[in-house]
């Protein structure tokens, strides 16, 4: 095994490991060449956690898709023709893009780009950053083997944000966007002469040029990023928050919210399947102080989708149902309490724990969280596995919950009580002395 593929296991959570080994069957399966490319490889050589899987494929994206959906119980999201992609769900609550490796070509900055598909080395020298175009190979004859063009790993290194290209950011000014989400949360600076092409985008004026469809694509990266509210300060502070709504500025910006937000997404322990949609809670807290027309002004400029729409508006509804249940005296156990969260959707659970005035809901939102949560962890693959169980199947989610609850259930053990101190060995007495009579003991007069 490759370092970077030792580095790559260390750094997934054992259902992300899982998904990495399917994919890699199913592309061999297919004889398409196969690579872990763009935001998992910045953030495992950044130190960072992987949230997502990105893969890029010498071939057919779509039809490799569909082929893991039949056979691994994986959901498509979405489907892009156009770029020859789909957004991927996995069991476990993975998720992965699925990319055909291609070629991008713009006819006018901001339009539609002329995509013909290309090896992986094209593919990654037409990306936004170079901390973006590095690609990790699964393919069994070079396995673990880093390609890297564009110098990224360098830039990771010295922690700064560099364009692929003096192009990058005219091409797709949606990438100026991401420059600063990506400077907010991981903390990099700007190398120059990006910084120089960042300014001259903004003096053409090119971000009035990015689509209905680029800004709701960004809108729920930075729903997904966990440091959501810096990207959201960094994003007023270069006037770029007013292009997914106007009113969005001054005091009609929910900081203190999305603050609060941000702080409670670190309660949710990593490799967690927590059914968690963002968006629909980060637009809530983002958008509490505007009016129902200023909402409606973001959903047309974003263009968002009826069912995200809908999922945002319905949630306080779907949270106060959850809320009702949680007050309830049957759930004064761990493991009633862990199956009733359990079947809870993550952004209800999340939405209890900013809004609820109920001391009781936030404590067992916070136990399960903090405690329940990360016992359950503790049941580990190897253990399934050598019950027989096999992942993917009903009866490996069964056993996995049964031996959850058992945990749940046992009761904590007593520490033991520390040792007495040993008594210290009488001083020896002199030859022919004796030791002195003690005194007995007697009872008061009264």
Known sequence: MSDYMFMLESHLSPDQNRVVREVQSAA????ARIFLVGGAMRDMLGAFPI???????EGDALK???????QKGARILFADSHRNAAEMLFPGGVRAEIAMARLERYPRPGGRPEITPATIHEDLRCRDFTINAIALSLNPSSRGLLIDPTNGVADIQHKELRAVSNYSLFDDPSRILRLIRFR?????????KTQNQYRRVREEGLEQRISAQKLADELRHIADDPACADVVRALEEEGLLSL????????????QGLARLQKARLLVPFGVDLRLENLGLFLHVLTEKLTPKEKSALVEATRLSQQEVERWRKLGARAAR???LLKSPKLHRPAQLYLALGKAEGDEILYLLLYSKLRLVQDRIKNYLQKYLPLALEVTEEQLRARGAQPGTPEYEKLKEQL????????PKRPAPPPEPEKPPEPALPPGQRPPLRKPLTRPVR
Not at 64 to 70: F, I, M, S, W
Not at 244 to 255: D, E, T, V
């Open 28 to 31: 061999l399966e297919a004889g």
């Open 51 to 57: 949230r997502d899987l990105d893969f890029a494929v």
């Open 64 to 70: 490799l898709a569909r082929q893991l959906a039949k």
């Open 184 to 192: 907010a949360r991981l903390g990099y600076s700007v190398e120059e």
């Open 244 to 255: 997914f709504c106007p009113a969005l500025s001054g005091a009609k910006i929910n900081h």
């Open 322 to 324: 959850l809320e009702r």
């Open 404 to 411: 959850i609850l058992e945990r749940l259930s046992a009761r």
